[in-house]
């Protein structure tokens, strides 16, 4: 049960500010909230269930500890995606002329193909090989976070900006994956390890107090 809470979590997380849910958004200024979250659940169940079948299949050749590491060492890209943000490129208008759930349904699966969180659950189906709770835990965190995305992006707007739901988000993968890292990797690279931490740690506070000055910069 332990996959499926972390699964749940880890996706709400990687969500946040994602392609997927400003798609969320934008659908439901067209399309009523359940149509929408339907399309969501139909497109999650087929596209995570792919990558979680992934994630199963590499362990059969790949060992496990290699794989924890390779897993770890992906929260952290996580971290570093969330923090680049998402635009949307038209999907929201590309399927337009079909039927609201399958409009959404087409668009959330196509914008899902080699996304972070499907390259997540594919690293969490590997890691913890209860691939059943991964892809359960996976699927309700992509609800949750769109649903966030629709019934209460409006007052996210208002209260807290999007640079700092952003960095939230960063921040707790960023977490994950240095703990991970530390857990997996083998002691005698822990002195590189260390290295690495505070030279990343360094740099991820360098790069939060520019976004703060464009971001201020941006509201002036």
Same mark, same amino acid.
């Given at each position: ?53 992934? =994630?199963? #299949? %590499? ?5 496990? +500890? &290699? /794989? ?6 992906? !929260? @952290? $890209? *996580? ?73 209460? =992006?409006? #007052? %996210? ?5 999007? +640079? &700092? /739901? ?6 707790? !993968? @960023? $977490? *994950? ?44």
């Amino acid at each position: 049960m332990s996959s499926l809470f972390f699964a749940l979590a880890f996706v709400t997380l990687a969500e946040m500010g994602d392609k997927t849910q400003l798609l969320a958004m934008a659908f439901a200024s067209k399309y009523s909230a359940k149509q929408v979250m339907i399309g969501v659940f139909i497109a999650t169940i087929f596209n995570h269930g792919l990558a979680v079948a992934l =994630g199963e #299949w %590499l362990t059969t050749f790949i060992p496990l +500890n &290699t /794989i924890q590491i390779i897993a770890a060492a992906s !929260f @952290i $890209l *996580f971290g570093l995606w969330t923090i680049r943000g998402d635009k949307l490129n038209g999907e929201e208008k590309r399927f337009s002329k079909y039927v609201p759930i399958l409009s959404v349904t087409l668009a959330f699966f196509l914008a899902e193909i080699g996304d972070k969180t499907q390259l997540a659950t594919i690293s969490l189906a590997a890691k913890f090989q209860s691939p059943y709770f991964v892809l359960i835990g996976t699927t309700l965190g992509m609800l949750v976070a769109d649903g966030i995305g629709i019934w209460a =992006g409006a #007052w %996210l707007n208002q209260k807290f900006s999007t +640079n &700092t /739901i952003k960095w939230f988000a960063a921040i707790i !993968f @960023i $977490l *994950f994956g240095i703990i991970g890292l530390y857990h997996y990797i083998p002691e005698s690279y822990s002195l590189y390890l260390n290295l690495f931490t505070f030279l990343f740690i360094v740099g991820l506070a360098y790069l939060m107090k520019m976004s703060s000055r464009k971001e201020k910069t941006y509201e002036v």
